[in-house]
């Protein structure tokens, strides 16, 4: 959860102020996915259930491989464009903050549906409609 509080904190702090500002955090976190593989070998060899620590290090590695895309991308349109213009701290467009609530209101109702049908097969989709909500509702405000 953390790693995805971290994502959705990036994705929204590089639309308020630029892709200056994301390439600068992605370098400055880096050892990030170092630091939760390390986590995983540690859980790996000291937490009972054996799949807690491969989790880790799944989340790790994806982490990095998502972390090193992004900041390869950024570097390349540095090359091709020039140096990333410096913006002043631009607000978020509460639309897309509706469009969050629209779909986690569907997605909730689906996945309220699947449940009474299959029964808890659809908790996972359920958690989904809540984070999307959430994330709805902070950028509604922070609009």
Do not use: C
């Not at 909730?108 to 989904?128: E, K, M, P, T």
């Amino acid at each position: 959860m953390l790693v995805v509080g971290w994502g959705v904190w990036l994705s929204i702090g590089s639309s308020r102020r630029g892709p200056g500002w994301a390439h600068a955090l992605l370098v400055a976190w880096r050892p990030l996915p170092w630091v939760l593989a390390m986590v995983g070998v540690v859980a790996l060899v000291v937490v009972e259930p054996l799949w807690m620590g491969v989790a880790i290090i799944y989340i790790a590695v994806v982490s990095g491989y998502l972390m090193r895309a992004v900041r390869r991308n950024l570097d390349a349109v540095r090359e091709a464009y020039g140096e990333f213009d410096e913006i002043d701290e631009s607000p978020i467009s509460g639309r897309v903050g509706s469009y969050l609530l629209a779909g986690a209101a569907v997605l909730g109702a689906l996945s309220l549906w699947d449940i009474s049908v299959r029964g808890w097969n659809g908790v996972f989709g359920f958690a989904l409609a809540v984070f999307l909500g959430g994330a709805g509702l902070v950028l509604r405000r922070a609009a």
